[in-house]
DNA sequence: CGTTTAATTGAGGAAAGTCAAGTGAAGTGG
DNA sequence: CCACTTCACTTGACTTTCCTCAATTAAACG
């Protein structure tokens, strides 16, 4: 999360960071409606954030692995719009918002990176509103593979093996799709020898495959 | 877009915008992979916003009517994630960027409108991967409907009556689904006498009808 | 005013959803 | 630590919704 600041002001980013917070699987870091009062990053774990429709329906609006940033779906007016909630044991960072801001005003890396920040997360967004408006489920499966595969790369972790720790139906809700298809699906790659799925473990066999779907 | 600043801050913040640009109907104001230098804000007329898949297929991702902000999706990278295009004969104002972050860092108040601006559109689009992801063609189109007669109503026209520069595919490109189920959409709500539609030409008879759909 | 582009409507087909049953994994308490 | 309960996942049969293709009508633009 840090990235680009230079040694000086790597402390001031630490101070500001004045407490890491623990959150068991299941339990919601912050709910929609709550105060928006901190941005969080993910330490160790993963979270999805939730949102949901009038009518009680709920869709799965995001996921979160370690390292990548939370809460700022608080930001236009105070409250959070969606809720976080650990998909396993997990802990984040609290970065208190109005600190933060009077941060950004003070150095420009700093508010040049939270800005990346909102962008990465507005740009992500759109990306997953394409993959909900024109892919087909096999499209939309692999294509949601292939971003986890490449996130886990991005840290430093394998990109051909990973645990994914949402359950069928938070996937299909991420998706768009019912957790039947997604099963169906993930059983059709692994018979394509495009993946290889032990439940919650998956490793991609045949990446160019993949990319192919 | 200037909400919530004090007098003395308005006249700063006139000064950064230093042109108006006028755009033809089906120009682009920019195009994904552009350069990003400027934040727009839509002074008359509407623009879509469309991403491109890298097999060709695009979705449009977004609608923005007069007085609403445009360009953000160039933030995370310094290039236009998505093309801008004018659905009629427009005109934007035009905000560099770079100006746009001085002033941020020395007024609170524009830093704050710059927050907000960037809250609503990560809300925004997360509401659009609901509308993607859990509902029904007649739902989305309902929602949509209704989030345009919304959105006419805060910039004070009428909530009722508008005119949707889209076109059927348009609309159902943003709402992930065919033109002709739209337009069979669209029939079907006006026999119901939800709505009364005149092609491009809008008015709901019927909103509470229209938001139990 | 004619030509192009957009919208409507119908018929038939395909993709994904629903319902249901059975299997496997995981967490809990004795 | 094992048995038990619960929850998650898989797979099949059937249904529904929406898409595709096609023909026609209406609207918009030069």
């Known amino acids: 999360m840090p990235q680009g600041l230079s040694p000086d002001e790597l402390p001031k980013l630490e101070a500001l960071i004045c407490t890491a917070r623990s959150v068991q699987r299941g339990e919601a870091l912050y709910r929609s409606g709550d105060r928006f ?3 969080y990053a993910v330490r160790s774990g993963s979270m999805k954030t939730v949102m949901a429709h009038r009518d009680g329906r ?3 609006t995001g996921l979160r692995l370690a390292g990548e940033a939370l809460g700022l779906d608080g930001m236009s007016d105070d409250v959070h719009a969606c809720s976080a909630v650990a998909l396993e044991d997990s802990t984040v960072c609290i970065v208190p918002y109005s600190a933060l801001k009077s941060l950004c005003r003070e150095i420009n890396s700093m508010q040049e990176r939270l800005h990346k920040l909102l962008g990465e997360q507005i740009v992500r967004e759109a990306g997953q509103m394409m993959v909900l408006g024109s892919l087909s489920a096999d499209e939309r499966v692999a294509a949601f593979l292939l971003d986890v595969s490449q996130r886990n790369a991005q840290r430093g972790y394998s990109s051909a093996e990973f645990n994914l720790r949402m359950t069928r139906e938070d996937m299909g809700s991420y998706l ?17 020898g495009l993946i290889d799925t032990q439940g919650k473990h998956i490793r991609i066999v045949d990446l160019e495959g993949l990319q192919r779907v």
């Open 37 to 39: 009062d901190n941005i």
């Open 58 to 60: 709920e869709q799965v």
């Open 176 to 192: 768009g799709m019912t957790l039947e298809t997604v099963s169906r699906t993930l059983s059709r790659f692994q018979k394509r």
